[in-house]
């Protein structure tokens, strides 16, 4: 059943009796957007970040319609759509390079109502600062959050939280917003003891091509041409690569067993370490990687659930995105799950008729119960993609290509 396009959300304008003032910790793609949705609920915002500025940093990112949806409604349409690819297919290739299936994502967009945009994040990243400070949000950046504390309001009827930062400031707020990644010091404050992400098993390379380059291959120029976004998928392995910038930059990525020291999360690659792992793939995976000057190693960790619960008994400190849920890029889901995390909270928070303690526990349970399953299953669907991708050849595999072909209604020609 096809969905129309949503509605851009409104600023709403609220009185001091039910405005919070938030603190968000971390200023990634989950923090930026729920500052937004929290503005846009007519609260204040005020964002921590540890990084002395916001810049130029990362690959490629796949924004999925569910995510595309949440940043549509956000008035993010206009200034976004003008940085990102919008891929015809999305062809799943044996390691070989034979087409097992294809995803027409034209056809998802009718039914979803909002396009798959391929972005490259530090164009995402800055489409959403600019949204959330044009609404109001005060960014303090060189800011390291290291410690919650709480203090009952002066009134006696809610909880304050305060951020203590590393540099000894003290940053009072109603609700503190933990967004800061996968190795979250906040979800540890709440727990109240250390809890590393768990490995994988893999680990991403993570490479940027000038496509001026592949223009002068006519095996490799349609990728540019017609940007697709293409899996390979085949033993212990898998690549995924895509478009950005309107054909200027191909996003690559390269999915392999961990082989990282304990203890490194990233390291600069070995560029021909890196060309033997793929060497008797599909002959333009070698000519691409023979393009590639210099790579970067991602270790692959998730964090699958986070028990008891996401919040504080408080009501004034809870989590979003990575720190609550990281899991495998996969199913190119991770940063829409953060968003999608923040415009729940923000919709939460839009409902509150007082800023009580009781007020603020009702509107993040409520949060929470929306989000938890949903994410828990992403975690756990991506560790099964892990397993799916990388069979071996043989009869599993022919199942799971049969499967495929499917899903995608594809028949194979
Ligand atoms: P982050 O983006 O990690 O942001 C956390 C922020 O908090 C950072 O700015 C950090 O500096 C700050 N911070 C940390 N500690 C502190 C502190 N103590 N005080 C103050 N600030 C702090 N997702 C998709 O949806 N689509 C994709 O195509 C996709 N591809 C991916 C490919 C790879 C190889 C990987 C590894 C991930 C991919 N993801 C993808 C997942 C996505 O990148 C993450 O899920 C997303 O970035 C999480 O956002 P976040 O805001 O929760 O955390």
């Given at each position: 059943m096809a969905?129309?396009k949503p509605?851009v959300?409104?600023q709403h304008?609220r009185?001091?009796?039910s405005?919070l003032?938030?603190i968000i910790?971390?200023a990634?793609?989950?923090?930026l957007?729920a500052?937004i949705?929290i ?5 204040s ?5 540890v990084?002395p ?20 409604a956000?008035?993010?349409e206009?200034?976004?759509s003008k940085?990102a690819?919008v891929p015809?297919?999305c062809n799943m290739l044996?390691?070989k390079?034979?087409k097992i ?6 056809e998802?967009?009718k039914?979803c109502g ?5 972005f490259?994040?530090a164009n995402?990243?800055?489409g ?22 709480y203090?009952d309001s002066s009134d006696?009827t ?9 540099d ?7 609700l503190?917003?933990?967004?800061d990644g996968?190795?979250?010091k906040c979800?540890e ?5 250390e809890?590393p ?7 991403a390379?993570r ?6 380059d592949?223009m002068k291959d ?7 041409e017609?940007?697709q976004?293409n ?8 690549a ?5 910038r309107?054909?200027?930059l191909f996003?690559?990525?390269?999915l392999?067993?961990?082989d ?6 990233t390291?600069?690659g070995?560029?021909?370490?890196m060309?033997a ?6 002959p333009?995976i070698?000519?691409?990687l ?8 991602w270790r692959l960790?998730?964090?699958?659930g986070l028990?008891?619960?996401?919040s504080?008994?408080?009501g004034?400190?809870t989590?979003?995105g ?14 829409g ?7 729940v ?8 008729k ?5 007020d ?11 989000r ?12 099964r ?6 069979v071996?050849?043989g009869?599993e ?9 499917r899903?995608?209604?594809?028949n194979?020609?």
């Amino acid at each position: 059943m096809a969905t129309s396009k949503p509605q851009v959300i409104q600023q709403h304008q609220r009185d001091a009796s039910s405005k919070l003032h938030v603190i968000i910790v971390g200023a990634g793609l989950g923090g930026l957007g729920a500052a937004i949705s929290i503005l846009l609920a007519g609260h204040s915002v005020e964002i921590l970040e540890v990084a002395p500025a916001i810049g130029e940093i990362g690959a490629g990112i796949q924004c999925l319609p569910n995510s595309t949806r949440v940043l549509t409604a956000w008035g993010l349409e206009d200034r976004l759509s003008k940085h990102a690819t919008v891929p015809r297919t999305c062809n799943m290739l044996g390691w070989k390079g034979n087409k097992i299936s294809e995803m027409n994502f034209h056809e998802y967009e009718k039914d979803c109502g909002t396009p798959f945009w391929d972005f490259h994040r530090a164009n995402l990243h800055m489409g959403l600062l600019e949204r959330a400070t044009e609404l109001g949000a005060v960014l303090k950046t060189n800011t390291k959050v290291m410690d919650v504390e709480y203090r009952d309001s002066s009134d006696g009827t809610s909880t304050i939280a305060i951020a203590v930062c590393e540099d000894g400031r003290r940053c009072e707020a109603d609700l503190i917003v933990g967004a800061d990644g996968i190795n979250s010091k906040c979800r540890e404050i709440l727990l109240g003891h250390e809890d590393p992400p768990l490995l994988t098993g893999d680990l991403a390379y993570r490479l940027l091509l000038n496509t001026e380059d592949m223009m002068k291959d006519p095996e490799l120029r349609g990728f540019v041409e017609d940007p697709q976004v293409n899996y390979w998928i085949g033993p212990d392995a898998h690549a995924v690569n895509y478009v950005l910038r309107g054909g200027k930059l191909f996003n690559m990525v390269l999915l392999v067993p961990d082989d990282m020291p304990a203890g490194a999360n990233t390291l600069s690659g070995n560029v021909e370490e890196m060309r033997a792992l793929y060497k008797d793939w599909d002959p333009r995976i070698p000519k691409l990687l023979a393009l590639c000057e210099s790579v970067v190693k991602w270790r692959l960790m998730i964090r699958p659930g986070l028990d008891p619960t996401w919040s504080h008994a408080s009501g004034a400190f809870t989590i979003l995105g990575d720190a609550a849920h990281a899991t495998l890029p996969y199913l190119a889901s991770g940063a829409g799950m953060s968003l999608e995390d923040g415009h729940v909270l923000g919709l939460c928070l839009g409902r509150l008729k007082g800023k009580s303690t009781a007020d603020k526990k009702r509107a993040l349970e409520v949060y929470e119960r929306c989000r938890r399953e949903r994410t828990e299953r992403v975690v756990s669907r991506g560790n099964r993609q892990q397993y799916l991708y990388h069979v071996h050849d043989g009869e599993e595999q022919q199942e799971r290509d049969r499967q495929l072909r499917r899903f995608a209604g594809f028949n194979g020609q």
